[in-house]
C-alpha cells in the first residue's frame, strides 16, 4: 500500500470510529425519549451517508452495504415521518448495524478479513423500512394525501417545464480525488431522485478531472426543483464540501454543454446574483427565483486538524530532548563561577521559552474524558436489558482532559469497573431495590476531575455493597490471605479484589465469574502510573476509585541524593521536608521505625538500606526526612542524604530487559537525564511503599 492509500486509510479510519461513537450517544439519547427528533434523524442520515461513500470509495462493500440500507431507513424518516409510533426493536436494530461497524473497524486495524455476513441484519432493516411504510401509508391512506402530492408534484413539474436546475459543488481545498468524491455525491443522489447529467461526465475514469474540478466546482442538472431538493440535502452532508451555489439556467442548457469536459469552464452556466436574481430571464416559480444565486456554505465546520499520534509522541520527544539540553548549557561546568550576566539574561528567557512550549505541546496532547465515559453509556444499557436490571449512568466532569496516551490506557479499566458495577452491585431485581428503601432504577456514576497533577476518576453505585466477610472467606479458600484473619482492616479487605484469578461470582456468566477483570483494571492502571482504591458499605453501594497521573511525559520533580546515587521524587507525592533526631523515632511491635506528624505516626523508609547504597549518612541527624504521600492512605517518610533541588524532568523508560528483574515492584518507574549528564532514577512512591513496608 502505497503513502497516499495508507492516510486515506488511516483518515477513513478515524472518521469512521468518530461518528459511529456519535450514532451510539445518538441512540441512546433517542431511546431515552422514545422516539427520533428531526435533529437525531438528519444527523444519522448523514453519518450513515458518509460511511457509505467513504466505505465504497474504500471498497468495503459490506459496511457500504449495511450503511446504505440505514441511509434508505433514515431517508424515508425524513421525508415521511412515522417514527413518533417506533418501538424498541427499531434501535435494537439500529445498535447491532452500530456493532456491526465496530467489529469491522477492528478487523481492518488488526488486518483481517471483512465479513460479509450482512444477510439478517439487512432484512431486518428492511423489515423495519416497510413497517413504517405501513404504518404512514396507514395514516396517510384515507386523506387523499399522496394524490394530492402527485397533483401537486405535476403542477410544479408542468411550471418549471421550461427550466432546468444546476449546483454547483465545490469541494474543501487539498482534499483529493475530487472526481472520486463527485462520484459519490452522483451515486447518491441517483438512488434517490433523477439527474439529468452532471459535468465533467468522465469522472469515474479520469483521475485529471480531479483538477479541473478543484478549479471550476462540479456541475449537476436537474428536470425539477423537487429533485434538486433532494440532492441539495445529499449534497449537505457529503464529505468535504466546502460550499454549493444553485444556478437557474436555460434547459437546454445541459444539451448544449460540450462533450469534452476539459471544456468545462467555457460551458458554465450564466448564475444569476444579487438583483438579477430577482429578474430571472427564465419565469420561474418565486421559491426557485430566492434560491437562483445562492451561495452555501456546508454546516459548522470547525478550524481542527487531525494529527497521528505518533508524531505528537515524536514531537513530545523532541521537546524533552530541548528540555534536557536546555538544563545542560545552563548548567555546563565550563561556565561556573563566571560572572555573565548577560548569558544569565538569556539563559533565564531560554527556559521561558521552553516551559512555554511544553505546556504548549503538552496541552496538545491533552484530551477530554468524555470519549471513554460517553461509551460506558451502551455498556450500562446492553447490561440492563440483559440482566434484566433497569439501570441508568450519571456522567460528571466528562469535559476533564488527560494525556491521550493515558486516556487510550483507561478504557478497559473503566469498562471493567462499570461492568462490575452492573453485574455485582446493583441489586437482582426492581423489587429487591424497593425493598431496601432505594428508587428501583440502579444508578451508577462516572466522575472525573483534577486535583494537582493527578485525575481522580470515580466509579459510583447505589448497590447492594460488598460483602467483605464473603471476600475474606474467599480469599482464604483460595489461599491468597498471607496474615491472621483478624489482622485485616475492611480496607484491606476490599483491595484482595484486585488479585489475579480472584472472583465472588460462583456462576460463569457473560460478564464475570472467570477471575479476569480487576486484576487487569489494577495492572492497566500501575501501567500509567495510577493506583485503584475502594471502598464499600453493604446496601448503599461501592466506590471504586482510580487516581492517575495527568501525563507521562514530563513530571516535576525533587532531586535527592543517597550516598552518590541521585534519585527523583515526583513533587506531587511531597508533602513537606524536616530534619529529625533520634529522639523523634519510635519503634512499632516488629521493631519497625516510626515518626509522628500531625497527630499521626508513619512508617520510616531508608532509602540507602533499602536499595543497599553506601553512605556515610546513616544517623538520623545526618540526613533529612521526606513526608511522602503515595495515596489518601499509604503515606511514609522517606529517610535521605539531602535535597538537591527542583527540577523539571523528562521521564525515559528504561530497557525491556530490566523489567525481566521485577523493577516495577521495587519502586523504580523509569529514569532521567540530568543537566549535567548523570542519570537519575524516578521512584514509583506506591509501589516503593508497598516492597518496603512488606520487608518489615
Not at 425539477?224 to 437557474?248: F, Q
Not at 460483602?467 to 480469599?475: E, G, I, R
Not at 519502586?667 to 549528564?677: E, N, R, V
Request: proline share 3%; net charge negative; aromatic share 6%.
Amino acid at each position: 500500500m502505497d503513502n497516499s492509500m495508507q492516510n486515506m486509510l488511516e483518515m477513513y479510519l478515524f472518521e469512521t470510529n468518530s461518528m459511529v461513537e456519535q450514532l451510539d450517544e445518538i441512540l441512546l439519547e433517542a431511546e431515552k425519549a422514545e422516539t427520533f427528533n428531526v435533529d437525531n434523524i438528519n444527523e444519522i442520515f448523514r453519518i450513515m451517508h458518509t460511511i457509505k461513500g467513504s466505505s465504497a470509495m474504500m471498497q468495503f462493500n459490506s459496511l457500504s452495504t449495511l450503511a446504505h440500507q440505514v441511509e434508505n431507513l433514515f431517508f424515508f424518516m425524513r421525508e415521511n415521518g412515522g417514527h413518533n409510533e417506533i418501538g424498541h426493536d427499531l434501535f435494537n436494530v439500529l445498535f447491532r448495524a452500530s456493532d456491526f461497524v465496530k467489529d469491522q473497524i477492528g478487523r481492518i486495524e488488526n488486518n483481517t478479513p471483512l465479513s460479509d455476513d450482512i444477510d439478517d441484519l439487512t432484512k431486518d432493516i428492511q423489515d423495519m423500512l416497510t413497517l413504517l411504510k405501513n404504518k404512514v401509508e396507514g395514516v396517510t391512506g384515507d386523506t387523499g394525501g399522496p394524490a394530492e402530492a402527485d397533483a401537486e408534484k405535476s403542477s410544479s413539474a408542468a411550471a418549471e417545464e421550461s427550466n432546468a436546475f444546476c449546483i454547483k459543488v465545490f469541494f474543501d481545498e487539498d482534499c483529493g480525488m475530487e472526481n472520486l468524491r463527485s462520484l459519490m455525491i452522483v451515486n447518491a443522489v441517483k438512488d434517490v431522485c433523477h439527474i439529468s447529467s452532471y459535468q465533467p461526465e468522465s469522472i469515474e475514469n479520469d483521475q485529471s478531472t480531479a483538477s479541473l474540478i478543484q478549479e471550476n466546482g462540479f456541475l449537476m442538472y436537474f428536470d425539477s426543483k423537487e429533485d434538486m431538493s433532494v440532492a441539495i440535502s445529499i449534497v449537505e452532508v457529503s464529505l468535504n464540501v466546502r460550499t454549493y451555489e444553485i444556478l437557474d439556467v436555460a434547459r437546454e442548457a445541459p444539451a448544449a454543454a460540450p462533450e469534452s469536459s476539459s471544456d468545462i469552464s467555457k460551458a458554465e452556466p450564466v448564475k444569476t446574483e444579487g438583483a438579477d436574481a430577482a429578474k430571472p430571464a427564465v419565469p420561474a416559480p418565486p421559491d426557485a427565483a430566492k434560491a437562483a444565486g445562492a451561495v452555501h456554505s456546508s454546516p459548522g465546520k470547525q478550524s481542527l486538524i487531525s494529527v497521528n499520534l505518533s508524531k505528537l509522541d515524536k514531537l513530545m520527544d523532541i521537546v524533552g530532548e530541548i528540555v534536557i539540553t536546555e538544563s545542560m548549557v545552563t548548567s555546563s561546568p565550563d561556565i561556573q563561577g563566571f560572572k555573565l550576566d548577560n548569558f544569565t539574561k538569556s539563559a533565564r528567557q531560554l527556559r521561558k521559552l521552553t516551559d512555554d512550549l511544553q505546556d504548549t505541546v503538552m496541552s496538545i496532547r491533552m484530551v477530554p474524558v468524555s470519549g471513554v465515559f460517553q461509551k460506558m453509556n451502551r455498556i450500562v444499557r446492553d447490561m440492563s436489558q440483559s440482566l434484566n436490571k433497569p439501570a441508568k449512568l450519571i456522567v460528571e466532569g466528562a469535559e476533564t482532559e488527560v494525556d491521550k496516551t493515558i486516556v487510550d490506557s483507561i478504557g478497559d479499566p473503566i469498562m471493567h469497573m462499570v461492568r462490575n458495577a452492573m453485574d455485582h452491585g446493583i441489586e437482582e431485581t426492581p423489587e429487591a431495590r424497593l425493598a431496601a428503601g432505594k428508587d428501583s432504577v440502579g444508578t451508577i456514576t462516572l466522575s472525573a476531575h483534577h486535583t494537582g497533577s493527578e485525575v481522580i476518576i470515580s466509579i459510583t453505585d447505589d448497590g447492594r455493597g460488598i460483602n467483605t466477610q464473603k471476600v475474606l472467606d474467599k480469599a482464604k479458600n483460595q489461599g491468597l490471605l498471607v496474615k491472621p484473619e483478624n489482622e485485616y482492616s475492611q480496607k484491606e479487605i476490599l483491595q484482595l479484589l484486585l488479585l489475579p484469578g480472584f472472583s465472588t461470582n460462583e456462576d460463569v456468566t457473560e460478564y464475570s465469574g472467570r477471575g479476569v477483570g480487576m486484576d487487569v483494571v489494577k495492572k492497566n492502571i500501575e501501567k500509567v502510573g495510577g493506583v485503584v482504591n475502594i471502598t464499600s458499605e453493604m446496601g448503599k453501594g461501592t466506590v471504586s476509585t482510580l487516581n492517575i497521573p495527568l501525563t507521562l511525559a514530563i513530571v516535576e520533580g525533587m532531586e535527592i541524593a543517597v550516598g552518590e546515587s541521585i534519585f527523583t521524587v515526583p513533587l506531587h507525592n511531597i508533602r513537606s521536608s524536616f530534619k529529625v533526631t533520634e529522639q523523634d523515632i519510635v519503634y512499632d511491635s516488629a521493631g519497625g521505625e516510626m515518626i509522628r506528624r500531625m497527630e499521626s505516626f508513619y512508617p520510616v523508609v531508608r532509602l540507602h538500606d533499602f536499595y543497599n547504597i553506601r553512605t556515610e549518612a546513616t544517623a538520623v541527624e545526618d540526613g533529612i526526612m521526606i513526608w511522602i504521600e503515595a495515596s489518601g492512605d499509604k503515606s511514609y517518610c522517606l529517610f535521605v542524604d539531602r535535597l538537591l533541588g527542583e527540577q523539571q524532568v523528562v521521564v525515559k523508560p528504561l530497557p525491556n530487559y530490566l523489567y525481566a528483574f521485577n523493577i516495577k515492584n521495587l519502586g523504580i518507574a523509569g529514569c532521567t537525564i540530568l543537566g549535567d549528564g548523570n542519570i537519575s532514577i524516578i521512584l514509583d512512591i506506591p509501589s516503593l511503599y508497598e516492597a518496603a513496608i512488606s520487608r518489615m
